[in-house]
């Protein structure tokens, strides 16, 4: 693996092989013919017949990143820190044992965290973002994490309604206000 993995580097790739190789996400266009649409994917076909082993690991680390810029953004019910995980040990091209061992933790411990059984931890972040060079950064990590956290947050309607119940006398109550 690269080590810290910048945007020099990653515009290196695009020069060498193109961007679309580069992400490895390249999508053709849905307003193609059929025959453009063919021809497209020959050519990245071929474009990825010429990549080393890790260039293909880089390319899907920066897929992945995309994706996880584009959830924290605007998240997509479904997809939370375990499937991003997952995302990761497959573009690791790696088994979830060595993948574990790589990233220095017991094969369980990462089966819980893909299972979403375990919380991630801080130096979690830490060791994936070395782990791909930078590419992916621990702050992307904890947004993940924390996007999780809000969804539960926010989801949890018995929760709110027991603790709403405690409160014996509100000292403001806004809904009356804004009616």
Request: proline share 3%; with cysteine; net charge neutral.
């Amino acid at each position: 693996m690269k080590e810290n993995f910048n945007e020099r580097q990653f515009e290196e790739m695009v020069q060498k092989h193109g961007a679309e190789a580069a992400m490895e996400g390249a999508y053709v266009p849905a307003d193609v013919t059929a025959e453009e649409r063919a021809e497209s994917l020959r050519a990245l076909k071929d474009l990825r017949a010429r990549l080393s082993e890790e260039d293909m690991i880089i390319a899907d680390f920066g897929q992945l990143l995309v994706w996880v810029l584009d959830h924290i953004k605007s998240p997509v019910k479904g997809r939370n820190f375990a499937y991003f995980l997952k995302e990761f040990v497959r573009a690791s091209r790696q088994t979830q044992v060595a993948f574990a061992e790589g990233i220095g933790m017991h094969q369980t411990e990462l089966s819980n965290l893909l299972h979403g059984r375990q919380k991630p931890s801080r130096p979690l972040f830490y060791r994936l973002e070395h782990y791909c060079g930078g590419i992916i950064e621990a702050k992307h990590w904890l947004r993940l994490y924390h996007l999780d956290r809000e969804r539960v947050f926010v989801e949890d309607q018995e929760a709110k309604a027991h603790s709403v119940a405690k409160v014996l006398k509100p000292l403001v109550r806004w809904q009356s206000l804004n009616s």
